[in-house]
């Protein structure tokens, strides 16, 4: 036995090495943090803020410290949200939790940093500031005000929406009074030609909604919009009625291809909230029911909660291939209107030096696809691959602003040269016709050196490529993942070969013993027998002051489903759970109370962390949970 545990923790060790590996490739790519935000950052005393605290590109998320709110009201929060930004394909994932606050006196107000352990390690956000002014109210309405039809103004045959009367079917006034919509501002484009898609809720009802299919945009380049203002929300018609209407989500689109192309489904799952007609009837329209019915009290039994999936329908866009007659030759692929200017560094240097070249090009279009010109140099110069500066607007639409191209050369002779005027080629959607722009030729002088050449410096070979070192410094990041792909290759060989070498060991010391599966599982029930599941949580448990119980007890509970049905613990949900405890013959009531449990304690890991009787149970029901697993014969896959 001490033999197998060395290995084992042998074993353990170098795939915690490969892990760290791999870790370091992953990092490349995606980058973890933690910030905060609030928005406006100028309101008047009775105005309201919207607080944000995001995480980005983690799902292993321990603890979130409680954000201290010393000089503000908490009117609404936290209320989580999940997502993703996708520009271009570099996709981020965030969690958030938004707070709704009031500030209670005039100034420069601040809210401290929170932290967070995130994959194991502690971070820190940074510290945001609110300048509140001794004014009532600025321009900024009052989020709340057109969100909840129970404080708006009422108007005949408006404000009832929201009261069930009898004889009148849920699912037929849902439909009547909230729907999601796709809008596009066209059916038709080119390739490269900007689509506008916006998702919009229109409601007349109270409700919570999450996002729960984002669509993905197959086949554009995608640039997601800001929101102007975090609750998003405007009063708009449909059909004759006026709705508060949502944007919920608002993306710039660039199609890459020709062809017709669907624009995907968004779904909303809506929480939405009536209150019974003989209640509602009790009241007038003056009454502080109808002011703000969050801080009415209402008995339970007066509102009827609902939970309504809404989907907008997909709508196809028609994108016409760019045509073949009159493209120029040295088209590729730019749309939109723009135009080209060089400036030279200096128009005189010498043998010695490198001489640079920066080419602009401006205007509006599918900027962040557009390559580097093609540039004629003259007989005996030779160039470097250019460096590229972005200075974009990505809220405009089509995107605006520049892009800077840099060229570093070298000449080497002296003379004097001739740099042939710059071409950009683009097609222009508004005319629906190709357009070239051109710089004016460029002279400047070289001066015979000292003999030293440039090309040492600029790193160019004597054709005008890249030469071998710089070619690899220029891909440097491929090479990184080459050499971690390599270590990783490596590692693996090292454990296999220290295997079979403690095989033959143990062949030598150990009699041999045909285990069957039965033996498997006795030999897996007893190490689990030695050890206690909930060790970590029990501990936690008795101690005043730790705060990391249900992370504990969420960390603990996988592990054991993990070792005990021999699955991934990052692939447990309520399927896979709901399958294997089945396939088991494990009873269907265990299942549901372990899916239960499970969804408790997520939303206890991403609330504020507070000690009470609740812990106690959750303890004992998770402990009565794996003993009823326990008591079970698992067929491992």
Not at 127 to 140: E, G, H, I
Not at 337 to 362: N, P, R, W, Y
Request: glycine content about 4%; proline content about 5%.
């Amino acid at each position: 036995m001490p033999f197998v545990w060395c290995y084992m923790n042998s074993l353990f060790k170098k795939i915690c090495l490969v892990s760290i590996a791999s870790f370091l490739v992953i990092m490349a790519t995606a980058q973890v943090g933690i910030y905060t935000t609030i928005e406006p950052e100028a309101i008047g005393k009775e105005d309201y803020v919207t607080y944000r605290i995001v995480v980005e590109n983690s799902t292993d998320i321990k603890q979130v410290s409680r954000p201290v709110f010393k000089n503000f009201s908490i009117v609404d929060g936290p209320v989580q949200e999940t997502g993703m930004n996708n520009v271009n394909g570099h996709v981020t994932r965030f969690v958030s939790w938004v707070f709704t606050l009031k500030p209670r006196q005039a100034g420069r107000l601040s809210v401290d940093p929170v932290t967070a352990t995130i994959n194991g390690r502690q971070y820190k956000s940074n510290r945001v500031f609110v300048l509140v002014s001794k004014d009532a109210q600025t321009t900024r309405p009052n989020p709340f005000s057109q969100m909840d039809p129970f404080s708006q103004p009422k108007q005949a045959g408006n404000y009832g929406d929201y009261i069930f009367r009898k004889g009148e079917n849920l699912a037929d006034k849902v439909k009547q009074n909230m729907q999601l919509k796709l809008e596009l501002d066209k059916t038709s484009c080119f390739v490269g030609e900007p689509l506008m898609a916006t998702y919009t809720l229109y409601t007349r009802l109270k409700s919570e909604s999450k996002l729960t299919q984002n669509p993905s945009f197959n086949g554009f380049s995608v640039i997601d919009m800001q929101q102007s203002e975090s609750t998003g929300y405007s009063q708009k018609k449909l059909n004759g009625k006026d709705y508060n209407a949502y944007t919920i989500r608002r993306a710039q689109l660039y199609a890459l291809q020709p062809g017709d192309i669907e624009i995907e489904s968004a779904e909303l799952e809506n929480n939405i909230q009536f209150i019974k007609e003989e209640y509602a009837d009790r009241f007038s329209p003056g009454n502080s029911l109808f002011d703000d019915f969050s801080r009415s009290i209402i008995p339970a039994e007066a509102v009827i909660n609902q939970t309504v999936p809404l989907k907008s329908t997909a709508l196809k866009v028609h994108v016409k291939p760019l045509p073949e007659e009159n493209k120029p030759t040295g088209f590729n692929g730019a749309v939109g209107h723009f135009l080209v200017d060089a400036t030279m560094q200096k128009d005189s240097f010498s043998t010695d030096e490198s001489g640079k070249i920066a080419v602009t090009i401006s205007g509006g279009g599918n900027m962040q696809l557009l390559t580097a010109p093609d540039i004629a140099w003259p007989s005996g110069i030779e160039s470097f691959e250019p460096t590229v500066t972005d200075n974009m607007s990505k809220l405009t639409v089509p995107v605006s602003g520049s892009k800077v191209f840099e060229y570093s050369f070298a000449a080497e002779k002296p003379g004097i040269f001739t740099l042939p005027p710059i071409t950009f080629s683009f097609f222009d959607p508004a005319k629906a016709e190709y357009r070239t722009v051109s710089t004016k030729p460029i002279r400047f002088t070289v001066l015979k050196g000292t003999g030293k050449s440039a090309l040492l410096n600029t790193g160019i070979t004597n054709n005008g490529k890249l030469s071998f070192i710089n070619r690899i410094f220029h891909h440097r990041w491929w090479i990184v993942v080459f050499v971690a792909f390599l270590v990783i290759c490596s590692l693996v060989v090292w454990v296999l070969r220290d295997k079979r070498k403690q095989d033959k060991k143990q062949a030598m010391t150990v009699p041999e013993v045909v285990q069957d599966a039965h033996s498997s599982q006795l030999e897996e029930a007893l190490a689990e027998s030695h050890q206690h599941p909930l060790a970590e949580t029990e501990k936690c448990l008795q101690q005043e002051d730790c705060n990391t119980f249900y992370s504990s007890l969420n960390h603990e509970l996988k592990a054991f489903l993990s070792r005990r049905f021999s699955i991934d613990a990052s692939s447990l949900n309520a399927n896979t759970i709901s399958a294997m405890l089945d396939a088991n013959g494990i009873d269907n009531s265990v299942s549901l109370r372990l899916q239960q449990l499970m969804r408790e304690i997520e939303w206890q890991l991403y609330t504020p962390f507070e000690r009470n009787e609740k812990m106690n149970e959750r303890y004992h029901e998770t402990m009565e949970i794996i003993q009823q697993i326990h008591a079970h014969n698992i067929r491992h896959r």
